[in-house]
Antibody, heavy 120, light 107 residues
Framework: QVQLQQWGAGLLKPSETLSLTCAVYGGSFTTYHWGWIRQPPGKGLEWIGEIIHSGTTNYNPSLKSRVIISLDTSKNQFSLNLSSVTAADTAVYYC??????????????WGQGTLVTVSS | DIQLTQSPSFVSASVGDRVTITCRASHGINIYLAWYQQKPGKAPKLLIYGASTLESGVPSRFSGSGSGTEFTLTISSLQPEDSATYYCEQVNAHPLTFGGGTKVGIK
């Protein structure tokens, strides 16, 4: 049973860098994509980006200039860095495993979520 | 980007009712669509992938259909525990996108 556990700072000031880490327990790191999704309070879901076990990344163009997703296979962890945050980046951030093989493509499981608030 | 439009945004129904949620894609996405259920304060939970394949452990009252640009999620007999927000997601092309969500309430 794969589980994802995430952590990181929950309160940031504008212009700071958001950093979150997600640890993968109980499963293989290969074969899958490892992604980040966020959800502003009371709103819908937004895909931020993902990293494949090979190290290849894909980012949402709306955030691409500020996002870096990295992988540490020795620790079974992957991380999100989002620079120059503003109040618009306030959201619950989720990490998730993505399985992608033809139409068999989904996010599961998900981390527990981390509320990140950007405020001066 | 592929836009996903869900309707309705909110539906209230009685226990035992049939509930249908629609997800329309701005471009054809074949069957590269998944559905999730999210309860307050919790992460989304996978219900359906490939437009119509039920994830293991998900009750059979949930079903999905469609291809191309129009998809539906149906709850055949609404139960109290189905009160939640439901999202569709397209996995046909980057950037991956989600619908705006449909909140299902119990009368």
């Amino acid at each position: 049973q794969v589980q994802l556990q995430q952590w990181g700072a929950g309160l940031l000031k504008p212009s700071e860098t958001l950093s979150l880490t997600c640890a993968v327990y109980g499963g293989s790191f290969t074969t899958y994509h490892w992604g980040w999704i966020r959800q502003p309070p009371g709103k819908g879901l937004e895909w931020i980006g993902e990293i494949i076990h090979s190290g290849t990344t894909n980012y949402n163009p709306s955030l691409k200039s500020r996002v870096i997703i990295s992988l540490d296979t020795s620790k079974n962890q992957f991380s999100l860095n989002l620079s120059s945050v503003t109040a618009a980046d306030t959201a619950v951030y989720y990490c998730a495993r993505r399985y992608s093989y033809g139409y068999e493509d989904w996010f599961d499981p998900w981390g527990q979520g981390t509320l990140v608030t950007v405020s001066s | 980007d592929i836009q996903l439009t869900q309707s309705p945004s909110f539906v209230s129904a009685s226990v035992g009712d049939r509930v249908t949620i629609t997800c329309r894609a701005s471009h054809g996405i074949n069957i590269y669509l998944a559905w999730y259920q999210q309860k307050p304060g919790k992460a989304p939970k996978l219900l359906i992938y490939g437009a119509s394949t039920l994830e293991s452990g998900v009750p059979s009252r949930f079903s999905g259909s469609g291809s191309g640009t129009e998809f539906t999620l149906t709850i055949s007999s609404l139960q109290p525990e189905d009160s939640a927000t439901y999202y569709c997601e397209q996995v046909n092309a980057h950037p991956l996108t989600f619908g705006g969500g449909t909140k299902v309430g119990i009368k």
